[in-house]
């Protein structure tokens, strides 16, 4: 009889969640973490930005809406430091927006803050860059 103990689950994709408010932060995560993915969480850009292991993960998810955080500032900081992935952006943004430009010029997408679970799910799993250096498909 085979030994279950060893079984091993595949790794999920990294997804770099910044989110100001720590509840919504943390119930994201949990959501996340149940799905298999590979969570760090951030309660600031700055944090962020100081965490080399984020520019590991092929998807990030900004809130927006934190008040001490510049989308495109900090999304440009990324990409100049070698992040090569998807940002899910949440917050309302005016049409005519440099954010919103920025976001469609380099496949990001915007998305309303009290988006449902699925169509999250849905969003991280189109983000995502199959090619994406360390990230194995789940079986």
Request: net charge negative.
């Amino acid at each position: 009889m085979p030994d279950d103990t060893n079984i091993s689950l595949p790794e999920g994709v990294g997804v770099s969640l910044v989110n100001g408010d720590s509840t919504v932060r943390h119930a994201r995560q949990l959501l996340l973490r149940s799905e298999r993915y590979d969570v760090r969480s951030y309660a600031s850009c700055a944090a962020l930005l100081a965490d080399p292991a984020s520019r590991d993960n092929p998807c990030i998810i900004l809130d927006l809406e934190m008040q001490e955080c510049d989308g495109v500032d900090i999304l440009a900081k990324m990409r100049a430091s070698g992040w090569r992935g998807k940002a899910l952006l949440f917050g309302s943004l005016d049409p005519g927006s440099v954010l919103l430009y920025e976001a469609e010029r380099h496949g990001d997408r915007v998305m309303q803050p009290n988006v449902g679970d699925l169509t999250l799910l849905i969003a991280i799993d189109a983000s995502v860059d199959r090619s994406w250096a360390g990230w194995n498909a789940v079986a």
